[in-house]
């Protein structure tokens, strides 16, 4: 990574994937201004369709909170569509994206490394699904900066970042006006005072069981538009939800979320050793950290 940052006190850590592109100096002032980056071309046409492939292999009868081989569907209301967890599991196309090179140094880099990790491994992903939504389906508006949640927070010190948690979300097809995008607050990722919609809705209670939520209407909230294959890179600090879809078809996306090492997995799932077995050793490394159990064959 570049070492002519003039205000950084101390350099910033090596790249993770010396092969993988490096954010540069208007990619770190972007994040650090607004919270998130639109990564536009990430993943290939083949890749996109790839991924596609895979998903289409699993039954939309597969009920909430049932499994399809190691991939499972959430126990989350309708109205948010059907997420489909541990979607690395789903097949190789998904794998590759556990270290892809074109964002895994921005991921690392946004991180950052505490001393202890590097002897661990630097990252840990806490969380990976797939996420279809049809026509009337949203997620409200949530987190922000003014939440104090280790976590998810934002944090920069002394020319390093020191993110909790850094989402990547991908775009399977493309996702524009009426497609139910994705919705952000820029800057909201420090924020310190609460924003008053989450006031009207209840303090923090803003995942309405009735489907009437979305993040539509709240002021400073603007739509992020992709094509298949361009993705956003957000602190989970950051406030975000979704517009509700109102074109027919579906949204397609999914999201993986990195940690720092020390990190644990948000539902307590384990990676099979069948995909251990195929992953390199870095990818390795990021998805066996942190989680609660010997992974073991499903």
């Given amino acids: 990574m570049q070492s002519h940052y003039p205000d950084h006190h101390i350099p910033p850590p090596a790249v993770d994937r010396p092969d993988a592109t490096v954010p540069g100096d208007l990619d770190e002032y972007l994040f650090d201004l607004q919270g998130f980056l639109v990564l536009r071309n990430v993943l290939s046409k083949a890749e996109v369709g790839a991924c596609n492939a895979c998903v289409d292999l699993i039954p939309r009868s597969v009920p909430r909170n049932g499994w399809f081989g190691r991939v499972h569907r959430e126990n989350h209301p309708e109205h948010r569509g059907i997420s489909y967890q541990q979607i690395y599991e789903a097949g190789a196309p998904f794998e590759r994206l556990i270290d892809h090179p074109g964002y895994i140094n921005y991921v690392s880099r946004f991180i950052g490394h505490d001393s202890f990790d590097r002897s661990q491994g630097p990252l840990f992903i806490d969380e990976n699904f797939y996420n279809i939504r049809g026509p009337g389906e949203s997620i409200p508006i949530h987190s922000g900066g003014h939440r104090l949640c280790k976590r998810t927070r934002y944090d920069y ?142």
């Fill in 157 to 298: 010190h002394n020319g390093q970042f020191g993110c909790g948690q850094i989402n990547v979300l991908f775009a399977f097809n493309d996702i524009g006006p009426g497609d139910g995008a994705t919705m952000v607050i820029p800057a909201s990722h420090k924020a310190n005072i609460t924003h008053p919609e989450f006031k009207r809705l209840n303090g923090q209670n803003v995942w309405g069981e009735d489907g009437g939520n979305s993040a539509e209407g709240v002021a400073g909230a603007i739509e992020v538009h992709l094509k298949a294959g361009d993705a956003i890179l957000f602190v989970d600090a950051l406030c975000h939800g979704s517009a509700r879809r109102t074109n027919t078809g579906d949204r397609r996306i999914a999201v993986f979320r990195y940690g720092s090492a020390w990190n644990r997995t948000r539902f307590g799932y384990e990676p099979s050793a069948e995909l251990l077995a195929r992953l390199n050793p870095f990818a390795r490394s990021i998805v066996t950290l942190g989680t609660r159990l010997v992974p073991t064959a499903g």
